[in-house]
């Protein structure tokens, strides 16, 4: 039993940042990998970033350098930087765990990040 929850979803302008935050409950040890995910409208949805329980992280091309994945294992959480926003950037943004290699299994309800003047 994995329980996730995002926060720090918003309104910003262009240029600007956002940190999303993924908190995890129950059997967090069983977790492989975490992931944000996030889909647009008319969009399909798409993994942003990833870091597994090594800490390797992978990244979309399109915010590679903007967008920073990270964890802190002693607080259970997991976050995304977002700096240098873009309109292209507005979507629900997901938090996904792995509990099995390759495979996201257990997801968040999403927040909302908006991009726009």
């Known amino acids: 039993q994995v329980q996730l929850v995002e926060s720090g979803g918003g309104l910003v302008q262009p240029g600007g940042s956002l940190r999303l935050s993924c908190a995890a409950s129950g059997n967090i040890f069983s977790i492989h990998a975490m992931g944000w995910y996030r889909q647009a409208p008319g969009k399909q949805r798409e993994l942003v970033a990833a870091?597994?329980?090594?800490?390797?992280?992978t990244y979309t091309d399109s915010v590679k350098g903007r967008f920073t994945i990270s964890r802190d294992n002693a607080k259970n959480t997991v976050y995304l930087q977002m700096n240098n926003l873009n309109p292209e950037d507005t979507a629900v943004y997901y938090c996904?765990?792995?509990?099995?290699?390759?495979?996201?299994?257990?997801w968040g309800p999403g927040t909302q990040v908006t991009v726009s003047s």
């Open positions: 870091i597994t329980s090594g800490g390797l992280t």
């Open positions: 996904a765990a792995s509990r099995t290699p390759g495979k996201y299994d257990t």
